[in-house]
């Protein structure tokens, strides 16, 4: 069974700093495109950032561009989420996802897996 497991999720501070990392259970998601969304309380689960298999190209909510940054980890069945000067409002649970390609990841009927979600709290 595929996994995607996601790791960093906590508390920090306004203007401070967050990693989040996932991986996935299975070598072959190194051939995948993958990403993060979030789902803030009461809202709909919306993009945050995608990268390719090869990690050339990476796609960002302009809500979050020049402050996240998203990267494929080592193993390349990874990607991490760097969040540099989060807002309260970045406040959400946040979710891995890998899919074919990462420019139609932006929407989440292209996703195929999911994480179960790490959850992130900006307090101000």
């Known amino acids: 069974q595929v996994q995607l497991v996601e790791s960093g999720g906590g508390l920090v501070q306004a203007g401070g700093s967050l990693r989040l990392s996932c991986a996935a259970s299975v070598s072959t998601f190194s051939t995948s495109a993958m990403g993060w969304f979030r789902q803030a309380p009461g809202k709909e689960r919306e993009f945050v950032a995608t990268?390719?298999?090869?990690?050339?190209?990476?796609f960002y909510a302009d809500s979050v561009k020049g402050r996240f940054t998203i990267s494929r980890g080592y193993a390349k069945n990874a990607v991490d989420l760097q969040m540099n000067s989060p807002k309260p409002e970045d406040t959400a649970v946040y979710y891995c996802?890998?899919?074919?390609?990462?420019?139609?990841?932006?929407?989440?009927?292209?996703?195929?897996?999911w994480g179960k979600g790490t959850l992130v709290t900006v307090s101000s």
């Open positions: 996802a890998a899919g074919r390609f990462a420019a139609t990841m932006t929407v989440a009927r292209g996703v195929n897996y």
């Open positions: 990268i390719t298999s090869s990690g050339g190209s990476t």
